[in-house]
């Protein structure tokens, strides 16, 4: 009798088990995702329509929309936005534009020198604290190399990243040597990818290389270009690390970017609410960047 | 399979208490040579009374986030934090520190002994030098003014007193540089930097960002327009790019020899005596903060000791600190390259005697004639506020006379005074 119940408990289980196999295998990875994502994002939402005092003995209060009407009127956020979409439009701009013509030209003409797409993609193995105090170092104005070939060279002396002409460049050009290498890579797949009886057709044709490039290789890529500039684009848009060491915002507040400020509100002036405020600005207008951007190049499709 | 369980738990739970995971007193101390000296008291405090002490260091900017995140949180992370001066008023108005009055009775005194400099003592209390202790001073640092002598004398300056001194030799000397050499370097970089290297100029002209009571604020005034006149001179013989200059920039340009001056913190001085690092062994001056209109006063950067008021073992954490501040330790702290904050150890011959402790008379000096950075809860983004427009006149993207409006603007906006 114990065994027949055993046996009929078993194979209930076991047809448990089968039905609901599906959502036990899920279950980690949603579990996961719960305390990884989905709290921090309910918490991030519930603290910027709080005001968190520092005092843990004080108690939270209710503070609507405020934290989102300060955006409005907060000098440093709108100096840190504007900063930022300067950042992410030149230095995306370039990467891309070095990135495809660097792909272009290794596929076509240096197809055979493998080592130098080796040593094109290092400075994007470093991290990227690595890359910003080797910049440092390269841009300090009384003992850097860049200054010191500029003196060799009878050039005047720059201050680079402490020159308010010259931050943001300085910012910009550390960023596209470290992430250019991304942009090719990713352009030399596409290339790679491409078929070649229409660039055959189009050569009978009598098509110029700069026609092909135009008509074939560009709308060919279109896709590659999309992701590739998406991924970068969302990525621009949080810089820290590079401006934090390289010039911490400044001079004059010309390289502070609204990952710094967050950072500065949420730690260094102890303001959890407003930063998670800012913090929800920039993942909303990075979605629905994102999502008009899928659209307009029609990735969905 | 559960045997193997088992085995993998006790492996486990030994190793963290090898890895001193279960210490009785947990102290957060920031990287560089306060944290290091700390982190040696505490293994020397480990061998003599079994306490096991376990010393979590962080950089400098990172000690105050995590401190805040556990006073915040009431997490008992940290029994004791190492704290720069400036941070007691949040931390102490924020209910972050224990009220040491107690600690003090219980172990029958009234509170830190009379050996301990005054103005070291008053930036632990809260209210500034009126309140109960929240803290014990631990490293005396004050700031200080470098220079090179021999340069000076050159340029016709025997031994500057006043920032009119400084500025007449450090004009000469980076006329006669060509550029590759420069009278005077300081750290103009945004936020904490220009902020720290502009407050000694803006006190020795009698300015202050707060009148006496704190009910106004007073950058934008006769007296912080001097200031910041003569801190636009200094700008204009200092190197390009110390727009973007901290401490160290400032360190090693005198330590290269490419600089004749600056303002900088005293565990400088062992840098500028290290053949290792230094061109400029046994060159580099030492002297009280110049005067301008008033006497001149250095900015008073103590680290200092506090008690977490969710520290998990409060009476451990004060037994410690009252043995690292006795005058025994103090003295070992000095050896091991932190300056004392006791009169005795200042005045110690055994120590005094000695070159690489040569700058301690003028040390004990300017602590005594220092001044604490304004006493406010809300001083990191006063700092962040006045160190941005500070940054702009430096770059020369506003004019001084706007800097300073822009800065009254700001401290009244954010401290609600007006």
Redesign the interface.
Known sequence: MTVSIGAKFGNSFERWFERHLRVLMLAPAMLVLLTLTIFPSIYMIVAAATRISPNPDLPWQFAGADNFLRLLTDEQFHVGLWNTLLFTVFAVGAEFLLGLGLALLLDRYIRRLNFLKTILMLPMMLPPVAVAITWKLIYEPQFGVLNEIMFRLGLPLQAWAGDVRLAMFSVIVADVWQWTPFMFLLMLAGLASLPDEPYEAAAIDGASAWRQFWDLTLPFLKPVIAIALLLRIMDALRLFDLVFILTGGGPADRTKTLSLYIYQVAYRFADPSYAAAISLFVLFTTVAFSTWFIKRMRLAD | MVRKFLFSVVFALSSLMATNAWADITVLVPSGSEGDGLRAAAADYAKLKGTKVEIVQAPY?NV??QA?NA????SGTFDIVLMDDPWIP?FA????LEDLTPYFKKAGLEGPDSDFLSKSLAVCRNPYNKGPYVCLPYVGNAQMFFYDAAKFKEAGVEAPKTWDDVLKAAKALSEKGG?RYFGYVFR????NPVVADFMPIFWSYGADMFNGDRTKVTIDTPAGAAAMKTFMALRDVS???????NAN?VG??LA?G?AASSINWPNWVATFEDPSQSKMVGKISYSPIPAGTKPGSSEIGHWTMGIMA?AKNKQEAFDFMLWATSPEQMKISAQRGNPPVRKSIFTDPSLTSQEKFRHYPVLMQAIEASTPRPRHP?W??IE?AFG?EL??A?????TPEEALKRSQAAVEEITGIK
């Not at chain 2, 006073?71 to 009431?74: S, Y």
């Not at chain 2, 108005?93 to 972050?96: F, G, I, V």
């Not at chain 2, 103009?188 to 936020?191: F, I, L, T």
């Not at chain 2, 190197?239 to 200059?245: A, D, F, N, T, W």
């Open positions: 900017s105050f986030e805040a006073g915040q949180t009431k949040f108005e924020n209910a972050h550029g103009g970089g945004q936020g190197p390009k790019g110390v727009e973007s200059y920039e090693q340009a290269a490419t969710a809300k990191p983004e962040n941005i940054s702009k430096v770059a020369g993207t506003e």
